[in-house]
């Protein structure tokens, strides 16, 4: 019997303990036989109606320093005290299963290292895509590959935004009301529509692809908040679709190349297909090409499935550091935003002429709002853009392309 | 250092030894600094232009006796001599990494029961969906999970052809002589296009997903040699592309319903995206819902990077079974093909009137060729189509519609 505990009981922490107890017979199997026994819950809350509320405890010493529990389940969120009581976990040599992307993004580098030192192991899988596959994959299965590439929709409320705005002609803040309405978006939803959320998972997945922190906060991130109708109708016009995509990009020279913004997905893409509040990661491999891992990336039972998987994972492995680890590089890792060019649609009351002289191989795009042109430029780097923008003096809105 | 082997110098091996060679500082840091050194090649042809032609041996005795050797990769395809090869290492103790998936579909069940017991692994990752991860990630990421349902574009030759007839409206034989004159279809393409590549690959994602070994025999599997340009153009017109589907569900009461044939996948489906050569696996848990892993299926680079990467992760569980495995059942595993019902797409040369007489519940379609009426039945189970398509009298095509 392998002896578990809970810290946070709100939506995933109350998966989690669905899972495990209503599939233990299958999880007892795949856990080698070994039956996974839940004897704990950390909350400041009381749940005195909970049919184990025996479990319950508001005093994190009765989970440190029980020496019959070996994982526990960080899945409160934030960063204090989830930081504090991980390390300690750690150091007291208990692996720690997470899905909080917000600890992995900040402190992963610390944690992970003391996971390593202590030989036992902080696993995150739930942290990035909920549900889906990814964290494994990418470290286990794509090893063979220098990875050049991840192409992500990380932010599922975002996406069902941009899909109500593009399938059904809602408004950006119809679409927002609705995800409210139907519990995809939180009622302060800057975290998902900003575009935070997003930068946080694309951080983690860099450091995980390169082995070298990437801290988020050195990545230009923009949400949606922008976006109108017209920019979704005319994307649709030129065969695309816009989503928000975090994107890394692991440069010859051994840089990081890392942005969150809205893109143009052409429609011959995998990742166009992909609606809803679905999530979608392509990682691009030196040898395998182009791998996508698509579902459900969050919500209360898919992200629990992930991490009841990576409790099982850590009880078939005791013991056994699985070595995961980024480190904090000793000189700057992230490429300029101008080491990398991206074609844009770009929106302008002027005039053809003017368009054509700043920008040396457009390509106009029939315009559908009156008195505008659009088109698509040749590759610009930020700082040509945006000097060639403020030639141009006018500009309704401008997309990246996704390449 | 860890030794390895390559048995069979043909396209899959070459790129593995290509992959280790080129890619060898990064593949030691995965392998936690075991540097993987190729020790000897099998192959009964002779190689003397290779750089490294001394390590080439014709002697299976060369690997199976050298106890420096630990991993062995196994990329000669058949059945025979590989499987006794196979057998040998296993019981010898020595760890196998496969592609083959014909071996693993016929003897698997046996195979990974000697690993088991030996204490060492035989990993097949390559053996379903190329380069994607697949295996490891239905292992160890959907643990958490009772399957479902697979859902599986498992053969790129065929989605090759089929993508051809929708895309560029190219008849089959002309589709097919593409792909033969790009490589992607063998000489004698009856393995892909009759479905017995999918059928292999879904019985073993079958037996990997309920532990019972699933006989690919018991299969019933149809190929897309019959497909018209007509069929692609109806199913457009409804709103799908037919694609070459091995499904398995694994139903309430135990059994297992699999079958291999094409179907017409709703546009909405992301596995309905998936064009050319590409693969995609839909695997469908109970808790996690749909999960979908998408890349390259087949090529040298994308097989032999899943070959180096199942090395990689043996290299790092050295004398540690992964109890990868499934067993004979004692009864009957396989569910009736009447269990499972089907809405069917069908045209017929015979009146309205007849069908609707016919076909309860049934959806008429626009008629795109002259005297033909098409039409999209109500679920039918296998008896049931066959007896009304008898009375009917006269089908000129039918296709299951995936749900």
Same mark, same amino acid.
């Given at each position: ?242 989503k928000l995509i975090g994107?890394?990009? %692991? ?6 190349? #890392?942005? /969150?913004?809205?893109? &143009?997905?052409?429609? =011959?893409? @995998? +990742? ?86 700043? %920008? ?6 029939? #315009?559908? /709002?009156?008195?505008? &042109?659009?088109?698509? =430029?040749? @590759? +610009?780097?930020p700082s040509e853009r ?18």
């Amino acid at each position: 019997m392998a002896n578990v505990a809970i810290m946070g009981y709100g939506t995933v922490g109350s998966g989690v303990y669905e899972i495990l107890k209503t599939n233990s017979k299958n999880i007892t199997r795949r856990a080698r036989g070994e039956e996974i026994n839940i004897k704990r819950i950390l909350d400041i809350r009381d749940f005195e109606d909970h049919p184990e509320k025996e479990l319950f405890t508001k005093d994190f010493n009765d989970i440190l320093n029980d020496d019959s529990i070996e994982v526990i389940v960080e899945v409160m969120g934030g960063l204090h005290p989830a930081y504090e009581f991980t390390k300690s976990l750690l150091e007291a040599g208990k692996s720690v299963v997470t899905s909080n992307k917000e600890l992995v993004a900040t402190h992963g580098t610390e944690l992970l290292k003391i996971a390593v030192d202590k030989n036992c192991n902080y696993l995150f899988e739930a942290s990035v895509g909920g549900g889906i596959p990814i964290i494994r994959p990418m470290h286990q299965c794509l090893t063979a590959n220098n990875i050049q590439r991840i192409t992500g929709i990380l932010n599922g409320t975002t996406n069902f935004i941009l899909n109500e705005m593009i399938k059904n002609g809602s408004t950006f803040e119809e679409a927002l009301a609705d995800a409210q309405k139907r519990g995809y978006a939180e009622r302060n939803p800057a975290a998902d529509i900003e575009g935070h959320d997003a930068c946080r998972k694309i951080a983690i997945l860099a450091s995980l692809a390169s082995g070298v922190f990437v801290d988020y906060n050195d990545i230009k991130t923009e949400g949606i908040t922008n976006i109108t109708l017209d920019d979704v109708r005319y994307v649709r016009s030129i065969g695309g679709v816009v989503k928000l995509i975090g994107y890394a990009e %692991f440069m010859e020279d051994g840089k990081i190349y #890392s942005v /969150v913004c809205p893109m &143009i997905v052409n429609n =011959t893409s @995998p +990742l166009a297909g992909v609606d809803g509040v679905f999530n979608a990661i392509m990682v691009t491999g030196d040898y395998v090409g182009d791998v996508m891992f698509y579902g459900k990336g969050a919500g209360k039972l898919p992200t629990a499935s992930a991490v009841v998987a990576d409790v099982i994972d850590e009880v078939n492995h005791l013991e056994r550091s699985k070595r995961i680890q980024w480190v904090k590089a000793d000189k700057e890792v992230m490429a300029s935003p101008d080491d990398k060019k991206f074609c844009y649609f770009v929106r302008t009351n002027r005039g053809a002429v003017t368009v054509k002289s700043l %920008f040396e191989g457009c390509r106009f795009v029939e #315009s559908i /709002v009156a008195g505008e &042109i659009a088109f698509v =430029t040749a @590759p +610009l780097s930020p700082s040509e853009r945006d000097e060639k923008f403020k030639e141009l003096g006018s500009v309704v809105s401008s997309l990246r392309i996704l390449q």
